[in-house]
């Protein structure tokens, strides 16, 4: 196992590791005391051809209105389950990877009881794996993994690409090894502890606005409140131009436009603040607050 992280300038710092579990992680991986900013140094921007955004659900979840708008009703109400992938010169990236596919085999004996408030309706052909063989990506063609966050409906993909590097926020990874008593469902500890995991760890605020190739085509923008470490993304595609991801931080236009809390939420200051924060962002990149979600 490699993990990847940053220290206090900022440079990324590479070291192998053994073990798996969190305490192992933690010791091999100091956190980062970081006294500044690590901004990314703005780079050339390249121009770069072969960029695709492709967009893939694995099935839906049938819910109420309350677990999506925070107290807003015991109606019936039904999400997808999306997750993308990115094509790009430099290799491909998958962008969450959906509900795993042990949610379409045995979804109780997989998620728990968490399927009496999030039911997971899903065909086994529609796990990731599977989906990226329908536009030629094998499973050995996958470069970085991409976590917004650990959520059970988002940690599909972990464990499922033996050449990828897994990037996600170190807060959101020390939080899913012990989540509070309300969000502890939501977190599937044998998604994300699987064997030969390289794992790349992001700093929060120190690396707000990640700039994965150096182009400006996929960067990752520090979201938290929906969990402790999710993140947003801005994707700038060179003929559609920027579109924003901002996966959990709104599920609805009712959050993007401050009318509706998450459902499930560990800050709530937080998340009602990411719709600025979001727009901030994708505006200074050359967006226009983003395609909205
Ligand atoms: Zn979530």
Redesign the pocket.
Known sequence: MKIVEFDEKGHRVEREATATSSAGVSSLAPRPVLSRPAVEAPRERRKSSGIELHMFQTGTLRTKTKYIKMNQGEEAFEIPVPWFLLKHPQGNVVIDGGNAIEAAIDKRGHWGNVVDAYDPIMQVSENVVDQLKMVDVAPGDVRYLVQ??L?L??TGAIGRFPKATTIVQRAEYEYAQKPHWFSAG?YIRSDFERPGVNWMFLGGDYTDNYDLFGDGVLRMIFTPG??PG?MSFLVSLPKSGPILLT??AAYTMDHWENKAL?G?VVSSGQAADLGRQAARNSQRHGGNGGHRP
């Open positions: 917004s966050h959520h409906d988002h939501a929906h969990s999710h996966i959990d998450p499930l």
